[in-house]
DNA sequence: TTGAAAGCGCTAACAG
DNA sequence: CTGTTAGCGCTTTCAA
């Protein structure tokens, strides 16, 4: 009642020399008592504490970080632009940073190497503690310049041509045995390999997976066993047509590259009057729920868990800030998740 | 030759005080001269650049922040993740403010109040310079509490209950009008909506701009005109199912209230043996490529300009960082992008 | 035209 | 147990 009007709003911002002044000690006194260093006795420590969040103190993070020669930060670059891959990845990561008390800046060049640079220089001057990399799927790409080989750099969703960096990749041939060997156990015999453009390298590992699970089962891979085509519903509509034209003996099971394909697949073959799972089983990838549950009947798929990806580049990136050398190629499981269009049981 | 071994690779870092001393300049006049500021002699310009790019020196932006009171920094916070709606927005904001050097925290709450105030903690601690909020669509939310009001906040996406904030979103009602009127300018007299559901505001914006432009036609809307449901492609089958069932008048054309239920609309009419767009014409809205483009037919559907929000928040997240104070809603244009299930012309 | 020095906000080593 | 002080790397007066 006999103080003047205490705004309750906070100050715009005060520094620990406020705090330290209001609180009645030293500015040295009050960083230890803030930061929970020294010894200190409790009534201090209590009086700063009670001083700073009266004047809603908040340390100046890039004060701290001048000092202690840490930003907290490290820097996400996209080479293509963001979409649906890394979105769980960067989610997963960001969490996973989060909890440690790292920001993400988040940057994307599309494809432009110019732009490319001129965020890799901000990203420097702001002195991230680390760097990662991302791309449209998992083509190869150029090393990252980054001066003085300092800084740890990790590829995710994608490769450099750098013996010295580490690389974070789903295991593309795993996921395609995963997603074959169901067929196998389901027991089909004539199983075909409806794939996406042979450019990428997933696309020639998932397609020695299904080779190798075939010949492992004793299976003969049917005709023209990999049909090469685009990521597309059309295409997988287009390949149906062509494997089931009546020429050839017909499959009795699809893997397709991804849902999308396996989507154009599973219309088309409703279209032929066949039965999806009974005539023909389907089994996608990407587990992408938007094709996967929409399709008729929903989709088998492998998942490339993306959200585990992001979550073990946080820790790698982490485990490399903190001093570890870390590099190689390394894959991670796919998993597979079963629905309708290969098991009828599922609901 | 009578050099030592001259390492081609970048120290770890030269401070500006190497760089001055490489050139046998004071610190002071290195500054200068590497950021043009102050009356220099050529010479000494020349030399003191040279030094730097010879050391490789990358000024430290937080220590410039330090002094500048600016971290050229701003924070985006989703509330919900990211997803295909936030991404494009993202995506241009932050090519925009790179131009203008600033680059960009991201955050993602997952709907989770204790994690967006810790990362809110953090991005105030990092003394960002703006903060933009994005959310699942455009429901309500309550205002980020950001102590002091001197901060620039934009909600973008979405909408705060806070009368002094600025919120970006597109023109739902608008964008409804576009899809409508394109239906009635093509001779359609029946057209029905198909809508999602109404706790969304965009639901019922677009449900009146669905009813104003019909009457404005002097049609009159189908008899149980606008049904409400989910956003997903078997609620537009089950629409259709309900539309068409042979005792109200049938529909000649649908708007849908998003993509994935004109597709599943479509698929529908297909099966019934409608044709699109002779029998019907159908309209959706987001012009997601994914579900736009794989549908039998191609969508018309109405196009949120989600890069063009993106964008703009950006100018006006500048706008207000230096010093602008922007309040209230803005509502960003639609435009509608025509292809075959409305005009059999387009290819 | 250049140099010296104060200080942005904070921490940590060293005295007291 | 607490205060003093020297920086972290940079910019910007103010003198010279």
């Not at 074959?180 to 409806?194: C, E, M, N, P, S």
């Not at 023209?224 to 685009?230: C, E, R, V």
């Not at 032929?272 to 009974?278: D, E, K, Q």
């Amino acid at each position: 009642m006999n103080d003047e009007q205490t705004p309750e709003r906070y100050p715009e911002r005060a520094t620990i020399r406020d705090v330290a002044a209001q609180a009645g000690v030293s500015i040295g006194t009050a960083s230890k008592a803030l930061n929970g260093n020294g010894r200190l006795k409790q009534e201090t420590r209590d009086k700063v504490v009670a001083a700073a969040d009266a004047l809603g103190f908040r340390p100046n993070a890039m004060a701290q970080s001048l000092h202690r020669a840490k930003s907290m930060t490290v820097g996400i670059l996209s080479t293509d632009s963001f979409g649906r891959f890394t979105f769980p990845i960067v989610e997963a990561l960001e969490e996973r940073l989060a909890e440690h008390g790292i920001a993400i800046f988040m940057c994307n060049a599309t494809d432009d190497p110019a732009r490319e640079k001129q965020h890799l220089d901000q990203l420097l001057g702001k002195r991230i503690d680390g760097l990662l990399v991302t791309a449209r799927r998992m083509d190869m790409r150029p090393p990252i310049a980054v001066p003085g080989k300092s800084m740890p750099v990790i590829y995710v969703f994608s490769q450099a041509e750098d013996p010295d960096a580490l690389c974070l990749i789903p295991d593309d041939y795993g996921g395609a045995v995963l997603g074959v060997q169901h067929l196998v156990d389901i027991g089909r015999q004539r199983i075909a390999h409806i794939a996406g453009p042979t450019r990428f390298e997933a696309v020639t590992l998932r397609q020695q997976g299904y080779l190798d699970t075939l010949s492992k089962a004793g299976l003969k891979p049917v005709a023209s066993h990999t049909l090469n085509g685009q990521w597309s519903e059309l295409w997988g509509r287009d390949a149906v047509a062509t494997l089931f034209d009546g020429k050839a003996e017909k499959p009795d099971a699809l893997f397709c590259d991804n849902d999308q394909i396996a989507r154009g697949a599973t219309d088309a073959l409703r279209e032929l009057g066949l039965s999806v799972p009974n005539d023909v089983a389907v089994v996608g990838f990407d587990n992408w729920d938007v094709m996967a549950l929409a399709a008729r009947p929903p989709l088998t798929s492998v998942d490339m868990n993306l959200r585990e990806l992001g979550r073990v580049a946080g820790d790698r990136l982490i485990a490399m800030i903190a001093g570890e050398r870390l590099k190689g190629v390394e894959r991670l499981n796919c998993s597979l998740v079963v629905r309708q269009s290969s098991d009828p049981s599922q609901n």
